[in-house]
């Protein structure tokens, strides 16, 4: 159930347009604590533009995005990297960098965010930041020396080593193979047992099925996207005719 205290994302009339594409016409959505949202949708319907909008990578052309409570257009710079440190988030053009180990990449965030802690105490988030995703002795590995699926594992530990209450993560599946899907799937699956909010930007079926709840973004009156055409239960969406992933779903369901 929703209540103030619980809602930690809200959008109310989210519209944004780049020129004459018009992404987002008048989004809406409250996400409690805890929740796993998996957000479908063709590409160009809006799915990244909406998680960009919510840490202001992209500011609305109007309506409102919160935060905690925060408007995010609203924060000053200060605010907003503060805002940050609580939101992991990993776009699927997030790389490692390549000149670093393993080890460079997970404490680039800390320094990045002018987080004070001791080098024992850097030490100690590294480690168990790799220990979160089963990787601990790639620590000292450089990045040409790990497959696809370490990597995308690797880009979640450098999300979690600033402890975030909420992760944002577009396409985390794309590229990788079933049993990398599946390991990452436990990994996203302990992250909401751990009270962690998720929105995941995915359409791989066995992600979607385990979501607490669905929004699929498409197209309406014969336009690109940006509407919600439906929302619920991946059981709920299965049954929804105009929406194209829950045809798929109900044949897995």
Not at 26 to 41: A, I, K, P, S, Y
Not at 110 to 115: E, F, I, P, Q, V
Not at 123 to 140: I, S, T, Y
Request: with cysteine; proline share 3%.
């Amino acid at each position: 159930m929703s209540t103030e205290e619980n809602i930690v994302i809200r959008t109310e009339k989210l519209v944004k347009s780049f020129g004459e594409n018009h992404v987002l016409k008048g989004f809406d959505l409250e996400l409690n604590r805890g929740e796993n949202l998996v957000v479908l949708g063709k590409s160009g319907s809006g799915k990244s533009v909406l998680i960009k909008c919510m840490v202001g990578l992209l500011y609305p052309d109007s309506g409102l995005v919160s935060v905690f409570g925060k408007e995010i257009p609203k924060l000053t710079q200060l605010e907003l990297d503060e805002l940050r440190t609580k939101i992991g988030f990993l776009f699927q053009s997030s790389a490692l960098y390549d000149s670093m180990t393993v080890r460079e990449n997970l404490e680039f965030p800390l320094r990045r965010h002018w987080m004070h802690k001791t080098k024992d105490e850097v030490n100690e988030l590294v480690m168990e930041a790799l220990k979160n995703v089963g990787l601990e002795r790639a620590v000292d590995l450089m990045p040409s020396e790990l497959s696809g699926g370490m990597r995308k594992r690797i880009g979640l530990a450098r999300t979690l080593i600033l402890k975030p209450e909420i992760m944002l993560y577009d396409e985390p599946t794309t590229g990788l193979h079933f049993e990398d899907i599946r390991i990452l799937m436990e990994l996203l699956n302990k992250l909401v047992d751990k009270g962690n909010t998720l929105i995941v930007i995915e359409h791989n079926l066995d992600v979607i099925k385990c979501a607490d709840w669905v929004i699929d973004l498409g197209p309406d009156g014969g336009e690109d996207g940006g509407y919600i055409i439906a929302q619920g239960t991946p059981e709920e969406v299965a049954k929804v005719k105009k929406s194209y992933t829950g045809k798929y779903l109900k044949e897995e369901l």
